[in-house]
């Protein structure tokens, strides 16, 4: 591979708790990183050099007044102060930048956004599994048709690599099945259901406050989510257009205390899953199986002794076997570290 440290133009779509991060770890690490090359220039290396060339030449968001002074008053941002700050999508155009990432959320108008940047040959990262679950084939085209890149690593696991493994990792191998905890905000709830004894209004309730649920938790609680990011990853694995959709649900909201009192005595534990499975040797779509539900797992398990927030996906495999990713599935630092490797694996090109 051919690397390349020369100066990357960024523009972030969206500085909410993700894109504020995001241009947090570029404004003080990329600072910190340019100090020492200054006082020592052999003292390189090839990661930090390249987030050392990240230069944030745009920001958009709807409340560009608020991040303007953010911006501005904050020492932690100061790399970012000669950026465009704009509530204008289009504005972003004018700094020539090299990588758009869009972190709003959303389907609309975060497609339309991703699809524009892509459709003027701009690389895109984004961590938005909503556009990816309905859009994701089409987008994909889109960035090979346009000879650029379109990552999405923090759309799946945050800080897990799971999108990595399966896009690059296993290009030689062929997927069996893919099956993880992939919500982070229900494998709390049911962590505190199951070892704190709370009932699930509670344990709702103490996810919320803890911003690891919205006011509105139903894409978490009824799987959407869940069913959003195993079609990601099924698409990519299986080759196939697989949308969120077709992913066949059951959430948790049935899940009463008595049923994890039950599952305890038998050394059990409920967790909801996702899974994509190959059901025949065909490569045929109509036996490739997307499921998500409450199940239960033994409480000894990887996926069994997930707490809090934790994700983790195991994958089968022809010749690489059982492979298990575990990791942080929310949070902002953990959301934006992937978001970041993204950028920097395309500046790595």
């Given at each position: 591979?051919?690397?390349?440290v020369?100066?990357?133009?960024v ?9 504020s ?9 990329g ?25 944030v ?23 970012l ?15 020539n ?36 679950g ?102 990519l ?16 909201t049935?899940?009463t205390?008595g ?12 967790k ?12 045929s ?65």
């Amino acid at each position: 591979m051919v690397y390349n440290v020369n100066m990357e133009k960024v523009a972030l779509v969206g500085f909410g708790t993700i894109g504020s991060a995001v241009g947090k770890i570029i404004s003080v690490d990329g600072a910190s990183r340019r100090t020492s090359l200054a006082h020592d220039p052999n003292s390189k290396s090839l990661i930090s050099d390249m987030i050392a060339n990240l230069e944030v030449t745009a920001i958009a968001g709807l409340a560009d007044t608020e991040i303007r002074d953010l911006i501005d008053t904050s020492p932690e941002y100061a790399g970012l102060r000669s950026a465009t700050v704009t509530s204008n999508f289009e504005d972003i155009y004018a700094t020539n930048p090299d990588i758009v990432v869009e972190l709003i959320g959303g389907v609309h108008p975060a497609y339309e956004f991703i699809k524009d940047a892509l459709s003027r040959g701009i690389h895109v990262v984004t961590a938005n599994k909503a556009v990816l679950g309905e859009y994701g084939n089409e987008l994909r085209q889109l960035a090979v048709q346009n000879g650029v890149q379109l990552r999405y690593e923090a759309a799946v696991g945050g800080a897990v690599p799971v999108v990595r493994a399966v896009r690059s990792s296993l290009m030689g191998d062929k997927v069996v099945s893919i099956t993880g905890v992939l919500n982070g905000t229900t494998n709390f709830i049911l962590d505190k259901m199951t070892h704190d004894g709370a009932d699930y209004a509670d344990a709702l309730k103490q996810a919320q406050e803890l911003g690891f649920a919205e006011a509105d938790p139903t894409a978490d609680v009824e799987g959407e989510d869940a069913a959003a990011k195993i079609s990601i990853l099924a698409s990519l694995a299986f080759g196939r257009d697989l949308k969120a959709a077709s992913v066949k649900r059951t959430g948790i909201t049935g899940i009463t205390q008595g049923m994890i009192i039950a599952a305890k005595t038998r050394g059990q534990v409920y967790k909801l899953i996702a899974s994509a499975v190959r059901t025949s040797c065909s490569d045929s779509s109509d036996n490739i199986e997307l499921l998500v539900e409450p199940r239960l797992v033994p409480e000894n398990s990887a996926f069994g002794e997930l707490q809090g927030s934790m994700n983790a996906v195991e994958i089968v495999s022809e010749y690489s076997g059982k492979l298990i990713f575990s990791g942080l599935g929310a949070g902002d630092t953990s959301t934006a570290s992937a978001v970041l490797a993204d950028i920097v694996e395309i500046a790595a090109v």
